[in-house]
């Protein structure tokens, strides 16, 4: 049997008001196909919504021990994060020149949560090791950058039995991330208010992006194969084809090369803006 098993998911999938159609159901089907697998062990390839990393932010950090904030309906509670491995993966990524980030501690958002939830039952049911990548605090890596990241972490863990998952994307735009970071860390309560205000500035303004699912088809193509040539052309004005949304296909990108096996769709939706379950 293999040793390892990636799936890649838009996260707010299982929400009570997030639509009942095929995203939803291919969700049930991965969560199904992690518990034939039983990893020993899961790293989360996540990113945050300037909730956990906002005095500083890297661009690739390891987290050693993790809780979550339970934001957007999210789960609450500590993560069964193995430090010990956590560490030794560091000391891996700095002698194979990345210039990794060590978060001792972080309380991580719905970018984890969720999805963690959705696909292990809770986020305590198996050791998961997160792995930030930031695709919200322009600038962030390239997505050659986050697949080499995420090759090495693979073949750091290649003789065990790991469960890769990548979080985020598709194609979508978010108002509030197009104003620059400025480390202010806000309550939950204020921070709900600023994106109210902020998206309904975008609507009055009519700055809303009008995205279209071209960009979405050419990056599951890409995870869809094994070859790396697709990766210097997807991040080519991000923005405009996929909105600033799409970065947060940077965590799929070092998930499918940590896994390094071609992916497949099991489900791709797209409206104002695209969500997608796809495996290995």
Sequence with gaps: MKNRLTVCAS?????????FGPVREAIASARDAVASFDPELVVF???DHRRAFRAVVPTFAVVLSATAQGDVAGPVGTYDVPSSLGRALVADLVEGEFDIATAYSAALDHAFGHTTRDLLGSISAKPVL??????????????RRAASLGRRVGEFFADRRVLY?????LAHDLPGFREPET???LSEEERQEWIRSVNARARAEGSVRELVRSWDESFLAGIGGTSWEWLDSIGVDLVERGGNGAAECLTWTAAWAAGGQPLRTLAHEFDTGGRAVVMS
Excluded at 11 to 19: C, D, F, K, V
Excluded at 165 to 169: E, F, L, Q
């Design 165 to 169: 998952v990548g979080s985020g994307g």
């Design 45 to 47: 390839f996540g990113t």
């Design 183 to 185: 480390g202010v860390v």
């Design 11 to 19: 996260h707010l999938i299982t929400l009570p008001s997030a639509p």
């Design 130 to 143: 997160p792995v930030f990548v930031n695709c919200a605090s322009p600038p962030h890596a390239t997505f």
